[in-house]
């Protein structure tokens, strides 16, 4: 006899238990054997690591890193590496587990993985960062490989620190192995595309969904919280796209302005104080605030467990597009379900960043490279083709977006584990 827990026993859960809550839910509908719902529940492999730093004053700091498989059934393990002091096993492991439906959504040939440090990348000098990025490279090296498991970018790290891990693996085997890390320098064997694939995929992938509603984006009103990566690129794309992006926010504070806000100028002023600019026409507001403004499309792009049971009911915007991994939990579906906001699912909507990877991965692979226009073209075709698929399976069957991009998910890694059959 199999249970699945009420969401409302997640409201304040960690992300693993969210994870585990989503996929129970889906596991559920597509009544999943017992055994194969257990396999599916854990992560496949956990390694944590503990390593000496030496810093700038000649002291040594020891760090705390993660990196965990969870499910390897339809190929390597796949998923970003985060530099974070919230980094811990639970929120590497649920990463891990929505990095492998995310996959699967997307058709590629990857399992989910994910990895982390726990640190604040700012805090440390550019020489500290180098140290603790190749001695953490080096403590995973077993873990890690262009056939075995290839790390990306993720918050808090970025192009620079892939280019290192790349040559610290690359020194290991004794050749230059660019395939075993993807979101690298385009000089190093990245992908032009790579950097800006999360934010394109988010707009492909809202536009397709107006689109179906007969609606156009511009005009629409957007809020995006995160201005990183993902957060800036993706404002950018709705403004260029004539949407009016009324707000935006860093982990410090948020910007709001009705008539709408000036992206490219934000973005430069973001370049030089490596956060969003002190003064900027509008008014500060807080990102809970900005979580709550009345806007026709909410994008939050920054960290998990964002909008829960604490603060759904107060949300005012029509649709919620997931920038970032997990920013709504559990409970909080239950409650914008009920409201009949729409909420386009991270595992969807943010698939670009490893669409764009695996176009990497196989460039790196083939040592022949694309041009940007042939990987943008790629990109949009595979992530609407995904969206379109998890849209028609909930016109099918029925529940929300989420709801159905989970049992599609499911069913596709549970296709592979079958056909493989269970070792020895
Ligand atoms: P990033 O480090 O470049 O940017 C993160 C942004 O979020 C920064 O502006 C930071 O100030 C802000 N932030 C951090 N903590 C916050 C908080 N508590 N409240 C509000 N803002 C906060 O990271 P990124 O690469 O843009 O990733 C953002 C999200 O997107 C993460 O959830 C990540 O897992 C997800 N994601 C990233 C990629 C990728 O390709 N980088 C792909 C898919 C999903």
Not at 45 to 50: A, D, K, M, T
Not at 347 to 359: C, M, P, Q
Not at 388 to 406: D, F, I, Q, W
Request: hydrophobic share 40%.
């Amino acid at each position: 006899m199999t249970t699945v827990t009420h969401p409302d026993a997640h409201a304040e859960a960690g992300p693993f238990e969210c994870a585990v809550c989503q996929f129970d839910q889906a596991a559920q509908r597509l009544n999943l054997d017992e055994g194969l719902r257990e396999v599916l529940a854990n992560p496949r492999r956990e390694l944590s690591v503990s390593f000496p730093v030496k810093m700038d004053d000649g002291s040594l700091r020891v760090f705390r890193g993660f990196r965990v498989h969870h499910n390897e059934a339809r190929g390597p393990g796949k998923g970003g590496l985060r530099y974070s002091t919230a980094v811990d096993l639970n929120e590497v492991r649920a990463l891990a587990m929505w990095m492998t439906w995310k996959c699967a959504v997307a058709r590629l040939p990857f399992g989910g993985a994910k990895g982390g440090v726990n640190v604040d990348p700012h805090s440390l000098s550019v020489g500290e960062l180098e140290r603790l990025t190749r001695r953490y490279g080096s403590e995973i090296g077993p873990f890690i490989g262009p056939e075995r498991d290839i790390p990306a970018p993720d918050v808090g790290t970025n192009e620079k620190i892939m280019a290192w891990l790349m040559d610290t693996y690359s020194m290991s085997q004794g050749y230059s192995v660019p395939a075993s890390f993807t979101g690298k320098p385009v000089s190093v064997g990245g992908s032009v595309g790579r950097a800006e694939a999360t934010g394109r995929g988010i707009f492909f992938v809202t536009q397709e969904a107006y689109r179906q509603a007969g609606r156009s984006l511009e005009g629409s009103t957007v809020a995006v919280q995160g201005f990183g990566n993902v957060g800036s690129v993706t404002a950018w794309l709705f403004a260029k796209a004539g949407a009016n992006v009324v707000a935006v926010s860093d982990a410090n504070r948020a910007v709001y302005c009705r008539s709408g806000l000036n992206i490219e100028e934000i973005i430069a002023g973001t370049r030089e104080a490596s956060r969003l600019p002190a003064s900027h026409p509008g008014d500060i507001i807080t990102n809970d605030e900005l979580l709550t403004l009345p806007v026709d499309i909410l994008i939050p792009a920054a960290i998990e467990g964002q909008i829960t049971g604490r603060n759904a009911s107060a949300v005012q915007a029509k649709m919620i597009v997931e920038g970032a991994n997990g920013p709504v939990n559990c409970s909080a579906d239950f409650i914008l379900k009920a409201k009949g906001i729409t909420v386009i699912p991270d595992i969807v909507a943010n698939s670009g960043g490893v669409i764009v990877s695996y176009f990497e991965w196989v460039q790196d692979l083939q040592s022949l490279f694309w041009r940007e226009e042939h990987i943008n073209r790629r990109l949009e075709r595979m992530i609407v083709d995904a969206f379109r698929e998890v849209e028609s399976e909930r016109a099918r069957e029925g529940g929300t977006l989420r709801e159905a991009a989970y049992r599609l998910a499911v069913s596709r890694v549970v296709e592979a584990i079958e056909a493989r059959g269970v070792f020895p």
